[in-house]
């Protein structure tokens, strides 16, 4: 195969002396890529699911007891709230039998 010089390289220089020399090189369709190919043997498959399986598995534990946590706190607050409801009911109704009640004392009698 016969090569073309470069036309615009003088014939004496260094460029044209190593295009002359070195023969073409094409590139592979592998070789273009920057990094090899990833390995994906049925093992490593493996394990990269059983690794996903186990951090899937520490994020819905993590879930579950943020979840258990915040479930606790907001029944405490309910339980808390209740309890002051039933002191204020527990207070008018004393309130109501020892003739306290204002407006309301008239028809509960």
Same mark, same amino acid.
């Given at each position: 195969?016969?090569?073309?010089?470069?036309?615009?390289?003088?014939?004496?220089?260094?460029?044209?002396?190593?295009?002359?020399?070195?023969?073409?090189?094409?590139?592979?369709?592998?070789?273009?890529?920057?990094?090899?190919?990833?390995?994906?043997?049925?093992?490593?498959?493996?394990?990269? %699911?059983?690794?996903?399986? @186990? *951090?899937?598995?520490?994020?819905?534990? $993590?879930?579950? =007891?943020?979840? +258990?946590?915040?479930?606790?706190?907001?029944?405490?607050?309910?339980?808390?709230? %209740?309890?002051?409801?039933? @002191? *204020?009911?527990?207070?008018?109704?004393? $309130?109501?039998? =020892?003739?306290? +009640?204002?407006?309301?004392?008239?028809?509960?009698?």
């Amino acid at each position: 195969m016969e090569r073309k010089e470069n036309l615009n390289e003088p014939k004496g220089t260094a460029t044209a002396a190593a295009s002359k020399k070195a023969p073409a090189r094409k590139q592979s369709g592998n070789e273009a890529s920057a990094s090899p190919a990833p390995d994906t043997t049925p093992q490593k498959e493996q394990d990269l %699911l059983q690794t996903a399986s @186990q *951090a899937g598995g520490e994020i819905v534990n $993590q879930v579950q =007891q943020r979840a +258990g946590s915040t479930l606790a706190r907001q029944k405490e607050t309910a339980a808390t709230d %209740l309890s002051q409801v039933v @002191q *204020a009911v527990r207070q008018f109704g004393q $309130q109501l039998t =020892q003739g306290e +009640g204002g407006p309301v004392d008239c028809c509960a009698k």
